[in-house]
């Protein structure tokens, strides 16, 4: 038996850290098993949980220990072997399971892993049962053991979800880079049988170069491989697929604030976009904002993280929502942020309205934006830093109108990050320099 860790867990999206360290097999164990006595409906019916992980070599370690927490407690556990993030959602949803858990470290390095849970309607857990799950670390089961069995047929369900959204894209030439992650075998192969010609990079994943050389984090290497092999377009997924970066045919990056730009401005123009509203966060481009202003289409802000945006998602009636880092959910056809999903969408909206992945791209324009990411003693002393407030609002007086500056804590690591946008990229950079050495000053 696992003795059961007593320490803070859930972060933004999950419990991830260092496999060994900070995420070990008794963590991973005490999870399974408080998840299930806070997770089970109380009607008698034995719960069951779809395990799905990525491609880290730690995973099979961490399913094991979770899959044996689940099954102490009373439950069943129901193995789907390497499946992305989305995948999990969906089957959790179309088996009626009790809950999804997804044990992925997402864009993570390769020795990093975590455990995130969906409910039984497919959704992330909200704050309050992340925090029902902590308090029952340490509690005592009462309920008989449980069961593990593989499930067998779960990659050919979400692959028929899929395709059931795509037009038919033969013809056209896409690259996928897949991080050596989940989305390795189902994303060439859902676009495959959409009728694309698809050319993969980075689908041999060995437990150790998940998210390494490619991927979601670096579509620049994507481009590279279009205008190499002269195709239209090409996608690029983190390791757990739960979002999409493009590039165009000239190996442009169109990222997630231009994907949800041109599916709100297609959307509304069809009477998809239920409510006239798109959901977006703090982080989109202020050319995003802008041109959602002039097609008059009502933006709600959220928090950064997914799980923030479908929140107002739901709030709102809205079926559009967004990240500019890739995360795209289509409320009216899934739960969560999918990159497949989104490769679809956007490659069907290209051929269904004639227009390139350039031409969609510059749906808006997308103002410079510079990031800074400053590695911090304490994150979480960011709003008490008065130096660094002063800084910023010295910032916004300067840009007035002309820009945006945004400093938050990082939610997944010790960074704080500091954004600026502005006319230029020189006025952009200089003041994101600035506000990032006051951020050093104060908090390192």
């Not at 069943?76 to 399971?97: E, I, K, R, S």
């Not at 308090?135 to 692959?159: C, F, H, I, V, W």
Request: aromatic share 4%.
């Amino acid at each position: 038996m696992y003795p059961a860790p007593v320490r803070r867990l859930f972060g933004t999206d999950g419990v991830r850290g260092v496999v060994g360290k900070d995420l070990t097999e008794a963590v991973a164990f005490s999870l399974g098993r408080a998840a299930v006595m806070a997770l089970a409906r109380g009607d008698g019916v034995r719960p069951d949980f779809v395990i799905g992980r990525d491609t880290r070599a730690s995973g099979k370690m961490l399913e094991d220990a979770i899959a044996g927490g689940i099954r102490s407690a009373g439950g069943d556990a129901l193995l789907a072997g390497v499946q992305t993030t989305p995948a999990v959602a969906y089957l959790t949803t179309d088996l009626g399971a009790s809950a999804g858990v997804v044990i992925s470290a997402s864009h993570n390095p390769p020795e990093y892993n975590g455990v995130k849970f969906f409910g039984e309607g497919g959704y992330k857990l909200a704050d309050d049962l992340e925090e029902r799950i902590e308090s029952l670390l340490e509690a005592s089961p009462t309920a008989n053991g449980g069961e593990a069995r593989p499930l067998t047929d779960g990659n050919e369900r979400y692959l028929r979800h899929l395709t059931e959204a795509g037009a038919d894209l033969t013809g056209l030439k896409v690259v996928v880079d897949c991080a050596n992650g989940a989305a390795s075998e189902t994303a060439p192969e859902a676009l495959r049988r959409l009728g694309a010609e698809v050319h993969t990079l980075n689908d041999r994943p060995d437990g150790s170069n998940i998210n390494e050389g490619g991927g979601a984090l670096h579509p620049e290497i994507a481009g590279e491989a279009v205008g190499r092999l002269g195709t239209d377009a090409g996608v690029a997924h983190d390791g757990d697929a739960d979002r999409a970066m493009f590039t165009d045919s000239r190996g442009a990056i169109v990222d997630g604030d231009q994907v949800l730009a041109a599916c709100a401005l297609a959307f509304k123009e069809s009477g998809r976009l239920r409510g006239n509203t798109v959901v977006t966060t703090v982080m989109a481009n202020l050319g995003f904002r802008r041109s959602m202003e002039e097609a008059r289409i009502e933006m709600v802000e959220a928090p950064v993280g997914d799980r923030y945006v479908l929140e107002e998602m739901l709030k709102t009636g809205a079926i559009l929502g967004g990240e500019q880092s890739g995360h795209i959910i289509f409320g009216d056809r899934a739960t969560t942020g999918d990159g497949i999903l989104t490769a679809i969408e956007f490659l069907s909206l290209s051929i269904r309205s004639g227009s390139s992945i350039a031409d969609l791209g510059s749906a808006m324009r997308k103002f410079p934006q510079v990031i800074e990411n400053v590695r911090v003693a304490d994150r979480d002393g960011l709003h008490e830093a008065d130096e660094v407030w002063a800084a910023v609002r010295s910032a916004e007086r300067d840009l007035g109108d002309r820009g945006r500056v945004l400093v938050r804590g990082s939610g997944t690591e010790p960074l704080v990050r500091v954004m600026v946008e502005a006319e230029t990229d020189e006025e952009a950079s200089g003041h994101a320099k600035t506000l990032a050495d006051q951020v050093k000053r104060s908090l390192e």
